[in-house]
């Protein structure tokens, strides 16, 4: 698959509430790439000597008819509070897509989505494949509280939606892992982006249930393109690049 260095144009900078913002960037003359799933970019932060390297951010959904295609930003530090100020117009120079992506589901598979937080930025990408293929994914969402809850209506389009809040503002009250609807529930293949402590509690109740499950690592990363090795992860087969041979891991793969 081919990796583009472009200048993509920002056609809308939408806040979504305090912590997230939603970049809308269009391919202008020049056609978008195939991307997938569970693969990001590599963000250009103009404007600061702190922020000279790129920043991964997700592939959040791409629509290949408007040529455009959106990431879903968590304003963190610098960068990304950087790339919140960008206007109409704008340029964004980004290497992508980079890494690997989630396995598409044999048909009539039974799917769990599970996102937390900036998690849930590759999970939209993803249901909208999952849901084109003809697969209609059960999404459980875990997010601090009612006023962190982020794109959910987009998420009712695809499939049942279920919500945990660490407050109980909305939904279950407690982590994603705690959902009733998992009790009565067992799914053939899951897929999962959040924290860490998230990822590992899921990948847990997968292993009890005996399900499939993908988990997208967030690991610092530097280069993206397997040259700095500064996010090795350690698998069952070897120290692997998280940006090249992942980010997406099977969970079988790695010493959790
Ligand atoms: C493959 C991949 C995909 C990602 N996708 C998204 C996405 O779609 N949307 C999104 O908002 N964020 C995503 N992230 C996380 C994002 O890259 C970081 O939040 C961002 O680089 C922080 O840059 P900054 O300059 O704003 O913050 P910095 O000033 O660099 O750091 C601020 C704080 O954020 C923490 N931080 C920095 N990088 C990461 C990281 N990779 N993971 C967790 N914490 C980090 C730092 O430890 C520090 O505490 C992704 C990360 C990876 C590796
Ligand atoms: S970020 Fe440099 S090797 Fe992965």
Redesign the pocket.
Known sequence: MSRLIADLKVIRNKKLNND?FLLELSGGDHKLPEMKPGQ?VQAK?EGSP??FLR????I?DVDYGANTFM?????????????STLKNGDLLNLVFPL?NSFSMPAQGEKILLVGGG?GI??LLFLANTLKKNGHVPDILLGFRNKDRIIEYEHYLKIGKVFVTTDDGSVGEKGFVTNHSMLINNSYRRIFCCGPESMMRAVAAWAKENDSICEV??????ACGIGACLC?VVDTVKGHQC??ID??VFNIKDLKW
């Open positions: 997230f990001f932060v702190e922020t920043r991964p951010l997700s959040h990431l879903l930003v968590q304003l963190a530090g610098k960068g990304t509070r950087q790339l890494g900036c930025a590759p997208s690592l967030e690991n610092l990363m996010c998280s940006c992942g980010p």
